[in-house]
């Protein structure tokens, strides 16, 4: 159902003179139980709520239960349907309806994508280069007819360029359906698996297919070889006996190879099988040694390794294709340069890295000279886009700043130049000459300095007068850039200015920046958060207690960290999918990431000391008897990664405890999973929900 129409009804539904302020939130249910670890007892009154027929989830109770949440927020947020459908049109309208790509050359043909206006979905079209009419080789929206949820994982074309291998998941779930399309005819000859992740890779002669299987736990476990239309079980090329680790298959830029890549976060693998005849025994680049992380491609009889073996920034060694190990250095690592990634192209080495926080884009040549591209403005993020040639003459990047709409380069290498290919268009109108971005350090608690991207309307007031928002994430070594967002126009525009916390966890700053926010340094991504937004209140950006933020997953749990930390500095809160039962989560290896999540979280089963850490920050775990700001909090019925029972434990014994009467809502999507609703729109009126919920908390929402 429409969400107006949902929140209408809900409205509708109240009794006579009943208004939506005075509705009371379902209170949850408290029913004992405990747990002893390391001589502990863990009490969780919301254990219940984990279905225990999980990953089905069937339990009327449980269900019951989230139907009331979901109808509490309907009812709550009914009167502010109009600013919402507001809202969504501002969003709506930023959007090209009728966008499409940059068309990517990969062989005889090119290939890109649009959208038809109105249409939720993409359709996936080529061309032959020597020149000839278009053809649709996939149509999203005629897959997601009829769905409630779809999400395309990647798709292949054979060397042949006569077959597309495609995957699907129609859930939420991210168990995807890989199916194998004849392009002449437009029709799917065989479903290969209804358990596999990623994009699947070809084989050298267009008749076999290498693809990711999944377990019941939701690990890619194996590398399996499906030879189309046969109907004998798939061959195995790799299976990953380390319950901590995944595996995935890939293909070298020059698809002489496929790369068979296990690891876990902090530790690799990898594995190289000919393309041309993938049965082959695999050659081990490297054995894993724990902490040691490094990823490869191949060009001719030449492996490029980047690896940590010696430093936390990495380095680039090369190897003999036929005796992998025998590594010869060919870029040294550096305390400023972070060696991020490598492309091997037949002409020259393309690296991304980041030097003093800031994107760089390399290129090293045989002779070992380097090329750097410039590009226009002094603070942006730029990266490697679409290359599917062995070689790219043109090399294809994409680029934006706070301020600069995301765009679309390719950087002849001969003429070391700059050629626009597309500028993101904002239909709706934009003016970059209206806003103002700054990139700011702020002091933490422990003397680190901590880089903040701020973005603003001109003529934004330092005075303490205005309001603020701050984003962050802060977890896994990924870094949030300092990108242009037509959605956050929506909160400039009525007087915010926007900031994105580059705090420890993430690798802005290089490895070492992530390093120092995981496993008994993860307290350094929470404080830092609060003391950036101390940081930004004492410059003037607004006063304490006039300031939201949000995140989601990790960036989720960073939201629970900093409202039991310091709740006083903010007024409204946003934690999509939050990780918030972090200590039960990482005693639980019935779940689907449990294992691999222990390098990033630490081990509380085996080490007593991960259990103290993880206990002492776990929001879930350390909600108590005071003032929070006002909330919400979403998550997906069908989430693998933050299942759905931690955000609405979460919600519960907020209620139960805090002493405020701030408001409090929790919206599970019934049929979606970690990255909310499918289609380009339904997820723009999921920020205009959030934003409606930001701005009435500031008295904003009447504009």
């Known amino acids: 159902m429409n969400p107006r129409l949902l929140a209408l009804l809900c409205a509708a539904l109240l009794p006579h003179g009943l208004e939506a ?48 949440e979901n109808a509490y927020f309907a009812a709550k947020m009914a009167p502010h349907a109009p600013l919402i459908e507001t809202l969504f049109a501002e969003l709506k309208g930023r959007i090209k309806e009728d966008d499409a790509s940059v068309p990517v050359r990969d062989g005889a043909f090119e290939y890109w994508s649009r959208f038809e ?21 996939l149509s999203e929206p005629a897959l997601a007819e009829g769905k409630a949820y779809f999400r395309l994982a990647g798709w292949t074309v054979s060397p042949d360029g006569k077959l597309l291998a495609y995957a699907a998941d129609t859930s939420g779930a991210e168990r995807f359906t890989l199916k194998v399309r004849d392009l002449a005819t437009g029709r799917d000859i065989d479903t290969v698996s209804d358990v596999t992740v990623g994009t699947p890779v070809w084989a050298a002669d267009s008749k076999r297919l290498a ?19 046969s109907k004998t079980p798939d061959a195995t090329l790799y299976e990953e ?44 680049i490297a054995p894993r040694k724990a902490g040691r992380e490094y990823d490869v491609d191949v060009r001719g009889g030449t492996v490029f390794i980047r690896v940590n073996d010696t430093h936390p920034n990495f380095r680039i060694v090369t190897a003999p294709l036929g005796t992998p190990g025998t590594w010869t250095e060919l870029i040294a690592p550096s305390d400023r340069h972070y060696l991020r990634g490598l492309t091997a192209f037949r002409s020259y080495l393309a690296i ?64 070391a130049k700059l050629v626009v290919r597309k500028v993101q268009e904002v239909p709706s109108g934009y003016d970059p000459a209206q806003y103002e971005t700054v990139r700011i350090m702020a002091k933490a608690r422990d003397g680190v300095q901590v880089p903040v991207s ?9 005075d303490g007068s205005g309001k603020l928002h701050i984003y962050a994430y802060g977890a896994y070594g990924f870094a949030v850039p300092p990108a242009f967002s037509t959605r ?56 304490a207690g006039n300031v939201s933020a949000s995140g989601g997953s990790a960036g989720g749990e960073l939201m629970g960290a900093i409202v039991n930390q310091a709740p006083e500095l903010y007024r409204a809160i946003v934690a999509d999918v939050p990780f918030v039962d972090v200590l039960n989560t990482m005693l639980d290896t019935s779940l689907p990431l449990t294992p691999g999540e222990w390098p990033e979280w ?83 009126r999921e920020q205009a929900e959030a934003y409606a919920f930001i701005l009435t908390q500031f008295d904003a929402g009447a504009r």
């Open 241 to 284: 006996p380390d319950i901590g680790f995944t595996v995935r298959v890939g293909a070298s830029q020059d698809r002489s190879q496929l790369i068979l890549a296990a690891g876990d976060n902090v530790t690799s693998e990898v594995r190289l099988v000919p393309a041309a005849n993938p049965t082959a025994p695999p050659v081990l």
């Open 211 to 229: 693809w990711n299987e999944v377990n019941e736990q939701w690990r890619s476990f194996r590398v399996r070889l499906h030879i189309v239309g």
């Open 488 to 543: 956050a126009l929506s909160l400039l525009d009525r007087g915010f200015a926007y900031a994105i916390a580059h705090i420890r966890g993430g690798d802005d700053l290089g490895y070492q920046w992530y390093l120092d926010g995981k496993l008994t340094k993860r307290t350094n991504t929470f404080n830092d958060f609060v003391d950036v937004t101390k940081a930004l209140i004492d410059a003037g950006y607004a006063k």
């Open 454 to 462: 701020v973005v603003y309307k001109k003529g934004f007031r330092k």
């Open 21 to 68: 302020q005075t509705l009371k939130p379902p209170v949850a249910e408290r029913i004992p139980h405990t747990s002893t670890w390391h001589g502990e007892t863990l009490s969780d009154p919301y254990f219940w709520l984990k279905d225990q027929s999980y990953p089905k989830v069937d339990d009327e109770k449980v269900l019951s239960y989230l139907k009331a």
């Open 117 to 137: 206006p109105g249409g939720q979905y993409k359709i996936w079209l080529r061309r032959p280069v020597a020149g000839g009419p278009e053809q649709v080789i």
């Open 602 to 684: 630490g081990n509380p089963i085996k080490d007593k000391t991960a259990f103290d850490l993880l206990r002492s920050y776990s929001p879930y775990d350390n909600v108590t008897a005071k003032a929070y700001p006002a909330m919400l909090i979403t998550g997906g019925l069908n989430d693998p990664r933050v299942t759905y029972w931690e955000p609405a434990k979460w919600a519960a014994k907020l209620r139960h405890t805090k002493t405020d009467d701030n408001l409090l809502l929790l919206k599970i999507n019934m049929g979606a999973g970690h990255g909310g609703k499918s289609g380009r729109f339904e997820a723009l």
């Open 352 to 415: 991304e890295e980041r030097k003093d926080g800031l994107d760089q884009i390399r290129l090293r040549r045989d002779d070992g000279s380097d090329t750097y591209v410039a590009f226009p403005e002094a603070s942006y993020t730029a990266s490697v886009s679409s290359n599917e040639e062995p070689d790219a003459p043109l090399l294809r990047l994409t680029y934006t700043s706070m301020v600069t709409p995301t765009t679309t380069f390719d950087y002849d290498v001969a003429a």
